[in-house]
């Protein structure tokens, strides 16, 4: 079974400054998905950014931009120019696509991620 | 328009209660999900469901059921609510059960 790791229950980072959110999972696949979901005080779970394993090049939106290293099994998160909006949970996932894998996302235990201004 | 929407948002009641959460997707999606999320942010899956599969989670008491009345709706039901069923409860659906997820609001739910 995959398992994923988020190992920073919290972060802060001064606004305008950059932090990086880490994950690790442990996969036997060769072929997934990996996400980020932000989770505001509003409860609304909100999809950061998507990679796909096969690719070689990391995933950005905007000031979000991931460092996925496939062999070390790492996929994190880096935020830039950090606002107070972002301020929030943020959960690492990963799904499967191979048809004999679970399609439903494993889930890590969150960063809570804290803006100073 | 709200892609996922849940209803009620928040919902209050009574040890031994039955009580329902509704869910619906405009997005045409084939695939629905029920999430719990307990007080220490742990998100975990409850259902997984389409029209031809339902998927359980084996670690969910019977007490829940989802029920489908059509492709749009997924609604929760659950029996003899425990306090330990307060939690945050999230709807999602997916184009195909492989596909990217969105998420509904969320439903407090809170067990006196």
């Known amino acids: 079974a995959q398992t994923v790791t988020q190992s920073q229950p919290e972060m802060s980072v001064q606004e305008a400054e950059t932090v990086t959110l880490s994950c690790t999972y442990d996969t036997s696949e060769s072929d997934y998905y990996l996400f980020w979901y932000k989770q505001p005080p509003s409860r609304q779970m909100i999809l950061v950014i998507r990679?796909?394993?096969?690719?070689?090049q990391n995933a950005t939106e905007n000031r979000f931009s991931v460092n996925f290293q496939k062999a070390a099994k790492s996929f994190s998160l880096k935020i830039s120019d950090s606002q107070l909006g972002d301020a929030a949970m943020y959960f690492c996932a990963y799904r499967s696509v191979s048809a004999g894998g679970s399609y439903i996302p494993t889930f890590g235990r969150g960063t809570s991620l804290i803006v100073h201004p | 328009d709200t892609a996922v929407s849940q209803t009620p948002k928040y919902l209050v009641t009574q040890m031994g209660n039955d009580k329902s959460i509704k869910c619906e997707q405009n997005l045409g999606h084939d695939t629905m999900y029920w999430y719990k999320q307990d007080s220490k942010k742990f998100l975990k899956i409850m259902f997984s469901?389409?029209?031809?599969?339902?998927?359980i989670n084996e670690t969910v008491p019977n007490r829940f059921s989802p029920k489908s009345p059509d492709k749009a709706h997924l609604n929760l039901h659950i029996n003899s609510l425990e306090l330990g069923d307060s939690a945050v409860y999230f709807c999602?659906?997916?184009?195909?059960?492989?596909?990217?997820?969105?998420f509904g609001p969320g439903t407090r739910l809170t067990v006196l």
């Open positions: 999602a659906s997916s184009q195909t059960s492989a596909g990217e997820q969105f």
């Open positions: 990679q796909e394993a096969y690719k070689q």
């Open positions: 469901y389409n029209n031809k599969e339902l998927i």
